[in-house]
């Protein structure tokens, strides 16, 4: 069974089946392969031309930063260097474990360059980071019973 609509027909609000005069849509039960030729779906806004309308934009609460903004910021902050003192307490071993543990990606013969040079200078430069992240890191190395400090990068304010 067939049926021939003409004209628009409306399959959702804002948008309709544009349809000329005279053609067929063919509207069938069960099983349906559409060999005729395809339609359009268009906007029915008024003056909107068939343009489709923005997609929303997740607005943040003021006072509150969007992840944007966050990564934005963190790339923008100046770096920081986590410093390792000499201290005649801890064993050059436990050093390095602590280094190992605390410090993200440090290797093992990372951390022992950096032991051997707080040992043999007095202080080593452990990683360079992000202000929040040195001080994390240097409260870690701390609280393992390490001397350490933070600076800025540049080596002044």
Do not use: W
């Given at each position: 069974?067939?049926?021939?609509?003409?004209?628009?027909?409306?399959?959702?609000?804002?948008?309709?089946?544009?349809?000329?005069?005279?053609?067929?849509?063919?509207?069938h039960k069960?099983?349906?392969?559409?060999?005729?030729?395809?339609?359009?779906?268009?906007?029915?806004?008024?003056?909107?031309?068939?343009?489709?309308?923005?997609?929303?934009?997740?607005?943040?609460?003021?006072?509150?930063?969007?992840?944007?903004?966050?990564?934005?910021?963190?790339?923008?902050?100046?770096?920081?260097?986590v410093?390792?003192?000499?201290?005649?307490f801890?064993?050059?071993?436990?050093?390095?474990?602590?280094?190992?543990?605390?410090?993200?990606?440090?290797?093992?013969?990372?951390?022992?360059?950096?032991?051997?040079?707080?040992h043999?200078?007095?202080?080593?430069?452990?990683?360079?980071?992000?202000?929040?992240?040195?001080?994390?890191?240097?409260?870690?190395?701390?609280?393992?019973?390490?001397?350490?400090?933070?600076?800025?990068?540049?080596?002044?304010?």
């Amino acid at each position: 069974m067939a049926t021939a609509i003409s004209g628009r027909i409306a399959l959702s609000p804002g948008h309709v089946l544009n349809s000329r005069s005279g053609d067929k849509i063919s509207l069938h039960k069960g099983y349906y392969v559409n060999c005729g030729v395809p339609r359009t779906i268009s906007a029915a806004g008024a003056g909107k031309g068939g343009v489709l309308e923005r997609p929303t934009v997740e607005r943040t609460t003021p006072g509150r930063e969007s992840e944007f903004d966050l990564r934005k910021s963190r790339k923008l902050a100046p770096p920081y260097r986590v410093i390792l003192h000499n201290d005649n307490f801890n064993k050059r071993e436990y050093v390095v474990q602590v280094l190992i543990k605390v410090i993200p990606g440090m290797t093992l013969d990372t951390a022992v360059n950096v032991m051997q040079e707080a040992h043999l200078n007095g202080l080593s430069v452990v990683i360079i980071c992000s202000q929040a992240d040195a001080e994390q890191h240097c409260m870690q190395l701390r609280g393992n019973g390490l001397l350490s400090s933070i600076e800025p990068e540049g080596g002044g304010c």
